[in-house]
């Protein structure tokens, strides 16, 4: 490899969270720790039951899980649908704290039509420019690139994340090249797992 050239990213199986309430509500839930309901039970599951078609072997791959309740839930799901929860694989998971969702601040448990409400001069501002513009004792979408680019540039083998909208926004920034100003407005779905197969980028 010549000097300068970027080291080749490894494949990455990431899965947001299941459904909560708060995301039912469309109500800002950032570093809230709210756990999983009845749907995003199911969303999990199915998940980990495609995890188990598209990596029959994990056990080449690193496990990473944000900290938090509804991304811990979702894991013991998925890993319980594939049939890994007593592996040894399963129990040398990571619990990476750069992975923790991005903080809205004072806005969290508000919903968009309360923001907008509330603080309409703030709210338009982010809106002309979300990957800048910080919340109210929050974080810009700049901010959580750095503290997620800390994990993400050490990737070095297969990778499968349990995490959340937010960071899978930034990694998809950093994998498929996404202007700044696109990157905070990227689908992140949570019944489907973004899969990047070392060059190419697709939902399974």
Same mark, same amino acid.
């Given at each position: ?5 970027? !080291? ?9 969270? =299941?459904?909560?309430? @708060?995301? %039912?509500?469309? #109500? ?11 749907? /995003? ?8 039951? &495609? ?16 900290? !938090? ?6 894991? %013991?799901? $998925? !890993?319980?649908? %594939? =049939? @890994?929860? =007593? ?5 040398? $998971?990571?619990?990476? +704290? ?7 601040? +004072?806005?969290? /448990? ?18 002309? +420019?979300? @990957? ?10 700049? !901010?959580?690139?750095? #503290? &997620? ?10 990778? $499968? &994340? ?8 930034? &990694? ?24 990047? +197969?070392?060059?190419? %980028?697709?939902?399974?």
């Amino acid at each position: 490899m010549h000097q300068g050239e970027m !080291m080749p990213i490894p494949p990455i199986y990431y899965i947001r969270h =299941g459904e909560t309430d @708060w995301n %039912a509500e469309y #109500r800002y839930q950032g570093q809230k720790d709210i756990p999983l309901n009845v749907k /995003g039970e199911g969303q999990a599951r199915r998940n980990g039951r &495609v995890l188990a078609e598209i990596l029959p072997d994990p056990s080449e791959a690193n496990l990473f899980c944000s900290p !938090m309740t509804r991304t811990r839930q979702t894991l %013991a799901l $998925v !890993m319980e649908e %594939a =049939g @890994w929860s =007593g592996s040894e694989w399963a129990r040398s $998971v990571t619990f990476e +704290d750069k992975l923790i969702e991005f903080s809205f601040g +004072d806005w969290e /448990g508000w919903t968009l039509e309360e923001i907008k409400e509330r603080e309409p001069e703030l709210y338009w501002e982010r809106e002309k +420019d979300k @990957w800048r513009t910080c919340m109210p004792n929050g974080e810009s979408y700049q !901010m959580l690139s750095e #503290r &997620v680019g800390g994990w993400f540039h050490n990737l070095d083998k297969p990778t $499968v &994340v349990i995490g959340h909208g937010g960071v899978l926004r930034i &990694v998809r920034y950093f994998l498929e090249k996404v202007p700044e100003l696109e990157a905070p407005l990227l689908k992140t779905p949570q019944d489907k797992i973004y899969f990047w +197969d070392g060059q190419e %980028a697709s939902w399974i």
